[in-house]
């Protein structure tokens, strides 16, 4: 994917000087097309926090089984059944990230590779193919990213997953600060996470949370 991302670069080169606001119109652009994607997986969150209380309920019941029990698998049907209901994909609100890794690979391969963009700089950074040695850019990455989260719906009642869902934007900004991942690639999942604060305070705004189902239809006992 990094060929055809840096020949689009190149035609915004055109008509935009500078690399840096390159990235950040890009960026605006695709953030713009996966909107569809956004509200699809906010729908999805919103409808996962109405079952939330049956679905605990089911692993509360559960929950002295083992992992590799067979009651488990039960459980998991049940859970299944309660989605299949209300008409939920559990893997729904993932798709989004998953089509903006690519693209998150390519870009830093085109900002490491190819030589029209060694050495653009944009604003403080002096090259948008390194590092930014002031961390700025990787930690308001992390801030914006985890301002996204906490606004964004939790699809789940599984602790651990809402614990990883909370350090995962501090992981990211650690990951930029320890590894020589661009600054380039930096600015693009900044300006991704701005665009996003705005996309879902719209929603969050437009589409309050939903009312929690009521407990009960949880399935068969265990």
Request: with cysteine; aromatic share 12%.
């Amino acid at each position: 994917i990094a060929d055809p991302l840096f020949h689009l670069m190149k035609w915004l080169h055109k008509y935009i000087s500078n690399w840096g606001w390159v990235i950040v119109v890009l960026t605006i652009a695709i953030n713009m097309l996966l909107i569809p994607l956004r509200i699809s997986s906010y729908r999805t969150s919103q409808k996962m926090q109405r079952v939330a209380g049956e679905v605990k309920q089911i692993q509360e019941r559960y929950k002295k089984y083992k992992f590799n029990d067979p009651k488990k698998q039960e459980m998991n049907q049940q859970v299944m059944e309660i989605y299949r209901r209300e008409g939920i994909n559990p893997v729904g609100g993932c798709f989004q990230m998953f089509l903006q890794m690519p693209i998150w690979f390519g870009l830093n391969t085109a900002l490491r590779y190819s030589i029209e963009l060694r050495h653009a700089t944009w604003l403080w950074i002096r090259d948008l193919a390194q590092s930014d040695s002031t961390y700025i850019l990787p930690v308001a990455m992390g801030l914006s990213m985890y301002l996204v989260s906490k606004m964004t719906p939790v699809p789940t009642t599984d602790q651990q997953q809402q614990t990883m869902m909370k350090i995962m934007p501090i992981s990211m900004a650690v990951l930029f600060v320890v590894f020589p991942f661009s600054s380039g690639l930096a600015l693009y999942i900044l300006t991704s996470s701005v665009v996003g604060i705005a996309q879902q305070w719209y929603l969050n705004k437009t589409h309050p949370a939903p009312v929690p189902a009521k407990s009960g239809k949880g399935g068969k006992k265990g």
